[in-house]
């Protein structure tokens, strides 16, 4: 249980000093966010918690394919902002266009060997 309460508050932390950073600047808090922290952390946590070498490759390669798909939505939302559209309509469009984009790579990864 405890080990759950670490995992937890730090991963926390991290969340909380993107925004914190980001409310001083932008940019330096859309660096903060964009590097693959939650990935890391998910790795130690699994290679903790399993020691299991195969899990772990066939892990991170599933989070590289799985990345791409969440990436237009970085460009969607500032798009749709400048247009005009409130922010929760925007965040909306964008979670509603990753989860379309991780559907179909679902669908279409294992045409292309892909085994997520």
Do not use: N
């Amino acid at each position: 249980m405890v080990y759950l309460i670490v995992k937890a508050l730090l991963s926390g932390l991290i969340i909380a000093a993107v925004s914190e950073v980001a409310k001083r600047s932008p940019g330096f808090g859309a660096l903060i966010a964009s590097l693959p922290l939650v990935s890391i952390l998910g790795m130690i946590w699994l290679w903790r918690d399993t020691g299991d070498a195969p899990r772990m490759a066939a892990h991170a390669e599933a989070t590289f394919w799985f990345v791409l798909p969440s990436l237009p939505m970085f460009l969607l939302i500032p798009a749709l902002l400048r247009k005009g559209m409130p922010f929760w309509a925007a965040l909306a469009a964008g979670c509603g266009l990753t989860i379309a984009l991780y559907l179909a790579m679902i669908w279409q990864g294992p045409r292309f060997g892909l085994k997520l």
